[in-house]
C-alpha cells in the first residue's frame, strides 16, 4: 500500500520522492556530424512542485560551466499517472470536477502486474519542441520514452528521446538518450543533483 504525505493528492503518491529542488552538475556528450561531436560539463537546477491537483509541475534550468555560466537550456512540463480521464478529473479547459478525487485504493488498482504504475510527462522546450513521454515510474526508478514530439517551422530536427531517472543515495540521477539533426537515438546527457533544502522564513519575534 502507498505511504502517501498528506498534503499530496493520493495520485502523487507514486511520484512523491520528486518533489522538491534539485541542483547538481552533468555532461553532454552528442555526434552532430561524421566529426563533430559535442561535450562539456553543465549546472542543472530541476524543481518538480504541486499545486493540489494530481500532477507534478516541471522545470528544469542548465547552464554551461564554463567562465561566464552561458544558459544552455530550460524546459517545463507536467508530470502524471496514465489513466483515463472521467469526472474526477479537471477540464476540459477551465472546467471543475464534478466527483470526489481518487482515494489510495483508487490508485492502487492502477498498478501494473509488476507492482509500478504507467505515467505520462509533458515537456516543452523554448526553441519550438514539445514532446509527450509515456513510461512507468517503479519505486525511486523512471523510464519514459517519446510517444510523439511535435516541432515548429523554426526548431532544429528531434525525432525522439528516452530518459531515465533514478534516485540514488539520497540524489536524483538522470540520463537522457536523444534522436536528432538525422542521428538515431544515442546517448545524449546525463547528471546527479542533490536536493536543495529551502530556507524557512524567519520567525516574527513580535
Keep these: 500500500m502507498l505511504d502517501i504525505d498528506p498534503t499530496l493528492p493520493a495520485e502523487l503518491g507514486p511520484l512523491q520522492w520528486l518533489v522538491g529542488d534539485w541542483e547538481g552538475t552533468g555532461h553532454v556528450q552528442f555526434a552532430v556530424g561524421d566529426d563533430d561531436v559535442r561535450e562539456h560539463p553543465f549546472g542543472q537546477r530541476v524543481t518538480f512542485a504541486h499545486h493540489g491537483l494530481p500532477f507534478l509541475a516541471y522545470t528544469s534550468y542548465a547552464w554551461l560551466l564554463d567562465d561566464e555560466l552561458a544558459p544552455l537550456a530550460a524546459e517545463s512540463g507536467y508530470w502524471s499517472l496514465a489513466r483515463a480521464a472521467d469526472d474526477r478529473d479537471n477540464g476540459p479547459g477551465m472546467l471543475p470536477p464534478t466527483a470526489p478525487p481518487r482515494s489510495v485504493d483508487d490508485v492502487e488498482a492502477l498498478r ?11 515537456i516543452a522546450h523554448p526553441t519550438g519542441v514539445s514532446e509527450l513521454y509515456l513510461g512507468t515510474i517503479a519505486g525511486p526508478r523512471i523510464d519514459l520514452a517519446t510517444d510523439a514530439v511535435m516541432r515548429s517551422a523554426s526548431a532544429k530536427e528531434h525525432t525522439a528521446s528516452t530518459r531515465m531517472l533514478g534516485l540514488v543515495e539520497g540524489d536524483l540521477l538522470w540520463a537522457w538518450d536523444l534522436a536528432a539533426l538525422g542521428r538515431p537515438l544515442a546517448s ?13 522564513a524567519p520567525e516574527d519575534d513580535a
Excluded at 116 to 122: D, M, P, R
Excluded at 191 to 199: E, F, G, I, Y
Design 112 to 122: 501494473t502486474a509488476d507492482g509500478g504504475f504507467e505515467i505520462e510527462a509533458l
Design 188 to 200: 545524449h546527457a546525463s547528471a546527479r543533483l542533490s536536493r536543495v533544502r529551502r530556507l524557512e
